[in-house]
């Protein structure tokens, strides 16, 4: 996935019918004035420089270069004093144990056990992950390839992501909280090819050779506020 400046685009994001929790206010209730937060795949770092002001510290984590380069201009371009962003991934943070207070990812890989070693205890993490769910009916729509279901999770029963987070965290932590969540969404043809473009949802995605399934899912979702989807997130909280 490489970045381009569509990624900050709200043709990306769709016209949303409310979301099931502000994951802003989710973060911020546990959020606590002298705490370093580590976020974990922070893409170009526009929502992590939001929660600047909530904390002593943000630290991005992001391995893709692109990204992170328009991270940095996007610290030097705010006027946010305590974020820095660095190279690394989720399933080897370039950090000492127990040296954050809190961990987010938003809509990124997460690894629990090197998010559990990182965090001091007492730490907690707010993650919020795309379900099994999400946009159901563009994915069974691409059908499968030589790998399976070309839709990311296309292939899970309703409901086994959401207990597989549960048991994997439950093993790490004191506490865990998954919250699961659905509402509608409606794209522009232009917002559902950047959106296919720029996520993982459909492996392998290409505008041209995708056309007749775009055109299909066009035909059959389009609504008076534009073409219909369910999206599905996880909300998941864990105290160490
Ligand atoms: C959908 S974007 C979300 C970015 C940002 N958290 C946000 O909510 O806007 C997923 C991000 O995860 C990053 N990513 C992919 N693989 C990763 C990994 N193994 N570890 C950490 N981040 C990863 C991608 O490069 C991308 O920036």
């Not at 709200?10 to 546990?30: F, K, N, S, Y």
């Not at 893409?43 to 984590?61: N, S």
């Not at 563009?138 to 959401?162: I, S, V």
């Amino acid at each position: 996935m490489g970045y381009t400046e569509a990624y900050e685009s709200d043709l990306i994001r769709g016209d949303q019918d409310p979301l099931p929790w502000r994951l802003r206010a989710e973060i911020t209730a546990l959020a606590l004035g002298t705490d370093r937060l580590l976020d974990i795949g922070c893409g170009t770092m526009f929502k992590t420089l939001a929660l600047a002001p909530l904390v002593r510290q943000v630290v991005g984590v992001e391995p893709n270069p692109r990204m992170l380069a328009q991270a940095h201009t996007n610290i030097t371009a705010s006027a946010v004093g305590n974020a820095v962003v660095v190279a690394g991934r989720a399933e080897q943070l370039p950090f000492p144990d127990s040296s954050f207070d809190l961990v987010t990812v938003m809509l990124a890989p997460h690894d629990t056990s090197e998010i559990s070693r990182v965090l001091r205890p007492g730490g907690r993490a707010v993650l919020e992950k795309i379900g099994d769910r999400d946009k159901w009916n563009f994915k069974t729509e691409f059908g499968a390839d030589d790998h399976g279901p070309r839709g990311q999770f296309a292939d899970l029963d309703q409901g086994q992501r959401a207990r597989e987070y549960e048991d994997e965290f439950a093993g790490l932590f004191d506490r865990v909280e998954v919250r699961e969540g659905f509402w509608a969404t409606y794209y522009s043809r232009t917002g559902l090819e950047l959106l296919l473009e720029q996520t993982s949802a459909i492996r392998g995605f290409d505008p041209v050779a995708d056309k007749a399934v775009l055109d299909r899912i066009c035909q059959e979702w389009t609504t008076h506020r534009g073409i219909k989807t369910i999206q599905n997130r996880m909300l998941i909280q864990a105290w160490k």
